[in-house]
């Protein structure tokens, strides 16, 4: 296992499984990209947005407790449909995603909207 990665672990009748945080923060940012009025993940700039390469466990953060997971993630919103709504949908998709693919309980979805995006056909 790498040195520099974080692994949730959980033991099984067969031995223990570990899945690396940055997993579980793809899973979570591809169910926030899916989501309905989201623009995208906010993120501090780096090389690979430099290159157009899409990174998509940048805006979000595991936190791992003894019992559950809890995740942060960081949106732009479209301009348009209510952030809250949003931002609750959001909240949804990511728990239930976590939930499903891992089989992690989920303790606590924590968005925030860092900022809004206004398409060119807005302005």
């Known amino acids: 296992?790498?040195?520099?990665?974080?692994?949730?672990?959980?033991?099984?009748?067969?031995?223990?499984?570990?899945?690396?945080?940055?997993?579980v923060a793809v899973i979570a940012g591809s169910a926030v990209l899916?989501?309905?009025?989201?623009?995208?993940l906010h993120t501090a700039r780096d090389i690979s947005d430099l290159l157009g390469k899409k990174s998509l466990h940048?805006?979000?953060?595991?936190?791992?407790?003894?019992?559950?997971?809890?995740?942060?993630?960081?949106i732009m919103v479209e301009l348009g449909p209510a952030i809250s709504e949003v931002a609750t949908n959001v909240q949804q998709n990511?728990?239930?995603?976590?939930?499903?693919?891992?089989?992690?309980?989920?303790?606590?979805?924590?968005?925030?909207?860092?900022?809004?995006?206004m398409r060119k056909d807005q302005k």
């Open 1 to 23: 296992m790498g040195e520099n990665k974080e692994y949730i672990t959980y033991p099984d009748e067969k031995g223990s499984i570990n899945i690396s945080e940055e997993v």
């Open 34 to 40: 899916e989501t309905e009025g989201v623009a995208g």
């Open 58 to 74: 940048k805006g979000v953060k595991i936190h791992v407790d003894e019992d559950a997971v809890t995740v942060d993630v960081y």
């Open 94 to 117: 990511v728990a239930s995603a976590v939930e499903a693919t891992t089989g992690f309980s989920v303790a606590a979805v924590n968005v925030t909207v860092s900022g809004i995006y």
